[in-house]
């Protein structure tokens, strides 16, 4: 056998073997947002039944910052070995390397592995403020400006402000790190209302649902309307699992069926139920057609801010 035909045996030898070796260690899964979310809460028992399903332990590690984007980046510049991965949501995943120069990640950085479950984004509020829908808050604004919403930060703080100057009222972006830490903002009363990317959900009547951020109402809030219907814009929910570019073809499909495994466990079942969240599979290239589709429409919320 020639010495060419030789090497390329060894080399095909060597992928194939990859993912029969792997893991042979623990997995370190980044969450890009600060403990106590719903990304945080979804990955600390996702984990588990992954962990089951690979044979190895996972740790989970928040890394808040940027909407997401400084997990994000740790992830892109990791070793595409498959021990240093994310969850997250797709949405700022795209969102933050298009609005933020600083941001020094691209999505060509990073490997779309599978999708598990769908955010529930929406503007929310406590009952006990004056307004009970968003036409309503709308209303409110206008005769009250300067009110307090807290933010997330990336796409949510853009689409805050495209309402806010289409309806020409001011709003007071307060930002938090995350679902837990909005949590106490809005029920202490240190806002007057909040972009949620689903943890209120959580908290059954102690939040109102005013919105869906989604293209559609959310599953267990059908009455309140879509940003969708009301401006045409709108933003992704899949909470996604990912890893750097360059993480080999063998592993990515490993992660991938074992995180539809995952769907099955009883635990990350119970606790997707009980924050109301719906399962929503989506296979590793269905994710990266999504996410290109998704940039399309998100550089078009981009220019219209500007």
Same mark, same amino acid.
């Given at each position: 056998?020639?010495?060419? +035909? ?32 719903? !990304? ?12 089951r399903e690979l044979g190895t332990k996972i740790a989970v590690k928040p890394v @808040? ?54 955010? +529930? ?7 006990? +403020? ?6 309503e808050l709308i209303d409110y604004s206008k005769k009250n400006p300067g009110i ?35 949590? @106490? $903002? ?21 939040? !109102? ?7 559609? @109402?959310?599953?267990?809030?059908? +009455? ?52 109301? $969240? @719906? ?16 940039? !399309? ?10």
């Amino acid at each position: 056998m020639k010495l060419k +035909q030789l090497l390329v045996a060894a080399a095909s030898l060597a992928l194939a073997g990859t993912a029969a070796a792997w893991p042979d260690k623990p997995i370190t899964l980044i969450v890009p947002y600060k403990a106590g979310g719903t !990304t945080y809460s979804m990955s600390q028992v996702m984990s588990k039944a992954l962990g089951r399903e690979l044979g190895t332990k996972i740790a989970v590690k928040p890394v @808040p910052g940027g909407g997401s984007a400084v997990g994000i980046t740790a992830v892109s510049r990791a070793k595409p070995d498959g021990y240093t991965l994310a969850y997250s949501d797709l949405n700022n995943m795209i969102w933050n390397p298009l609005a933020q120069k600083s941001v020094k990640y691209r999505m060509t950085d990073l490997r779309l592995i599978v999708g598990l479950a769908s955010y +529930q984004p929406a503007i929310v509020a406590t009952p006990a +403020q004056p307004y009970k829908n968003f036409q309503e808050l709308i209303d409110y604004s206008k005769k009250n400006p300067g009110i307090n919403v807290a933010d997330m930060g990336g796409i949510s703080k853009a689409i805050l402000a495209f309402i806010a100057k289409k309806e020409g009222v001011k709003w007071n972006l307060i930002p938090t790190r995350g679902g837990g830490e909005m949590v @106490p $903002f809005i029920l202490g009363g240190k806002v007057d209302f909040a972009y949620s990317g689903g943890i209120h959900q959580k908290y059954g009547n102690e939040m !109102t649902v005013l919105a869906s951020f989604l293209s559609k @109402p959310l599953a267990f809030t059908p +009455q309140a309307p879509s940003i969708a219907d009301l401006y045409g814009i709108s933003q992704v929910g899949n909470a996604i699992m990912v890893g750097p570019a360059g993480l080999p073809d063998d592993i990515a499909a490993k992660i991938e069926a074992a995180g539809k495994r995952v769907l099955d466990d009883p635990d990350f079942t119970k606790l997707l139920n009980n924050i109301k $969240f @719906p399962k929503a599979y989506v296979a590793g290239a269905d994710l990266t057609k999504l996410a290109a589709d998704t940039t !399309t429409s998100l550089e078009g919320v981009l220019e219209a801010i500007k």
